[in-house]
Structure formats: structure tokens, C-alpha cells
């Protein structure tokens, strides 16, 4: 009989497949996605010698009459939700299982509505990853599974009415009427990243506080897989404290399919969801791109964003089609339309320049081996049992 609850490694164990029927891929995000710029500003301080091109850009914009606005501007993933799902699908078909794909852009559920109109995905979950402001300096990400197809927009707007006006007790209430939908799944996901940078200690009493009023509402916490070893123990070891279940999550972005998915022999994301919060089962496997260094991976990541693609739809081919930005008169539009003469200034394209040359095979290959964490490997994160 197989273990309720179990943790495998697709490079340790290729058949660990074996006696289940469904690949389950949460957590993952299209270019209906709006992600902030604070990946290029997390460059600049890691890598000093492209700041001053960063400043270069800055100085350059306020000539225009367009000053950098980090807070409004933001960029889109590459993958519109068709080529998200068949990518999620795909890797999944490989292992000789029934791919079951749960697309959680952030804080809205245009790319599953969307796709209810292809037949292919017509039974794709209504799902979302709720930013949830907590603590007045800090927001949790949650996901939301499986809502009910008919109320799923009213949903939306009683979250973003509470992310407008947060109030503590209020979150409470949502989740708890969240957790009273018998088919709704409630994931905290990364619950270990300090993403907003308030400080690991302060981090970690905000989460503390958290759970302390909405355990009961939490179904399963996330391993991520683009989060690295370490917080990735940290959240088993969370898990433990809090006896909840461990859960997948890719939180991919870019072109890379997920890094972990959950095993399952459920037939519809409804039995999953079934499986995970009353039976307690749930089998996570780390897929081989995972064993890659992290660095590297964070890298590719970025890459991908700022990658063109010549062959995917109109919008989503070139990167400044896919960054927005206010324009002169506080109108979002696209970086490419803010260009005089439609040319991105030669400044910026150093800098573009710049980090695809990182990702060119002698610079690349030459950062991996620097950022190889193979002894890690050894380790992974601990005994497969949960």
C-alpha cells in the first residue's frame, strides 16, 4: 500500500511514477500574470556592473517626459495560457500519466476562463494566487484552487476588495468561507520567502501570526520549485509544527515546465482536491530540472522574460511587448509603444544585451559550475517521508 504522504526524486527514483495514473501541476502563471520589476533591481544589486546601465536607462527615460515608475510598471510572463497548459501537460504525458493543470496567475482567473473555451482544457480549475496583505508590511500568497465555476468572479472581487482595505479579521472570515466550498483548495504557497524583504526574523513572527489564527483554513503548504533547498526544508519542518500536509507548487514563470508535480490517481481536479483534504494523501515528485543549481535556474527564469519569441502570438514575441509602463500621461501601455521612433534606447539595450549574454552557453555553462550545489543533492530535503 502506497504511503499517504510521500516526497520523490525523479533523477533517484524513475520509476517512482509507477502505480499512479494523474500528474497534478499547481502553481504556475501565463502573461495574464502582472509580476512586478523588482527582478531587475534585484540584478543590480547582485551584479555591480550593471547598475550604472540601469542609471544610464533611468536618466535616459526623464528625458522623454516618462521617469522609471518601479511601483506602477510591471511585466507579463511569455507563455499565453494555451502554450502554458500544453507545456504543463506535456511534461506530465511523459511520465505516462493524465496531466490534471491548475494555472494560478496572480490575483485574477482570466487564463482559466479563458481556456474553458478550448476543448482540450475545457475542464481546467477556476484558480488564482491571492497576494493577501497581513501584518501591515507584508502579503501572503495564496493559493486558490478549484473555485466554483459560477461564483468564481464574485470571488475576485471580494478579494480585491480586502486587499484594498485589509483588515485581519476580515481574511479570516474569507478564508473560513473559503474552506466551507467542499471542492476549494487552500494552499500557502512559498510560506518560508521573505518577499517583501521585511527581515527573516519578522518574516517568520508574521507567519507565526498568521497560522495562529488560520491553520484550520490551510489545506497544504508549498514545496515551491523554484525556491532553493534550504527554505524548502524549512517549510517541511513548518509542516511538521503545524501537522499540515506538504503540497507541489512550480511557481514557474518563464519556459521551463514545473519543477515538482503531485502523483495521483484521482480522474478530475475535484477528486485531487478530495485526496489532499480529506484523505490527507499526497505524493510530491521533484522533477529533474530541479537538481539543477538554483542560481542558475533564477537565472533562466529571467532569461526567459526578457527573451524574444519570434514564433509565439502577436503581444507576447518580443520583451517590451511585454513590460508596461505609464506613459506621460499615467496611461499603462507597452514599453514598445513608449519608445521614440519604436526603438528601445541604446542604454537599455546594453543592459538587455547584457543578461542575455549570461545566459549564452560559455557564460552559462561557466556559472553553473560555479553555482553547482551537488553536495546539497546528497541531501535533498531529507527522509522521503513527510
Known sequence: MKELRRISYLWKDPHAGKGYSTGVSLHSHTNQSKETLDFLANLGAQYQWMRPL???????????????????AYWTPPLTPRLAFDLESRQIEKLGLMP?????????????????????????????????????????????????????????????????????????????????????????????????????????????????????????????????WQENRAVKTMAKQWNKLLISGGDRHGTE????????????????????????????????????PWKHRILESTLDAVRDYPEFPQGSRYWDERVFHPDSNGVIRPLRELWPGGEAPACLSMVIKAVRLMGSRPVAGGLRMAWNESRELKFALGEEMM
Open 54 to 72: 540601469m542609471r544610464a536607462g533611468e536618466r535616459r527615460s526623464r528625458n522623454y517626459n516618462v521617469p522609471v515608475n518601479y511601483a506602477a
Open 100 to 228: 490534471l493543470v491548475s494555472l494560478t496567475d496572480h490575483d485574477n482567473i482570466h487564463a482559466p476562463m479563458l481556456l474553458r473555451t478550448v476543448a482540450s482544457a475545457r475542464h481546467i480549475p477556476v484558480s488564482v494566487e491571492w497576494s493577501a496583505p497581513f501584518g501591515g508590511d507584508q502579503a501572503f500568497h495564496l493559493g486558490i484552487h478549484n473555485l466554483p465555476s459560477e461564483s468564481g468572479a464574485a470571488w475576485m472581487k471580494v478579494f480585491e476588495e480586502y486587499t484594498a482595505n485589509p483588515e485581519e479579521g476580515k481574511l479570516t472570515e474569507i478564508l473560513s468561507a473559503l474552506h466551507d466550498l467542499p471542492n476549494v483548495l487552500i494552499v500557502f504557497n512559498h510560506p518560508m520567502w521573505d518577499l517583501y524583504l521585511i527581515g527573516e526574523a519578522k518574516h517568520n513572527q508574521r507567519v507565526h501570526d498568521f497560522m495562529t489564527v488560520n491553520h484550520e483554513f490551510i489545506h497544504a503548504l508549498e514545496l515551491n520549485g523554484l525556491r532553493h
Open 257 to 292: 515546465p514545473n519543477a515538482n508535480v503531485n502523483l495521483s490517481n484521482a480522474l478530475t481536479f475535484t477528486e485531487f482536491v478530495h485526496e489532499v483534504r480529506y484523505e490527507g494523501r499526497s505524493h510530491v515528485l521533484f522533477m529533474p530540472q530541479y537538481a539543477q
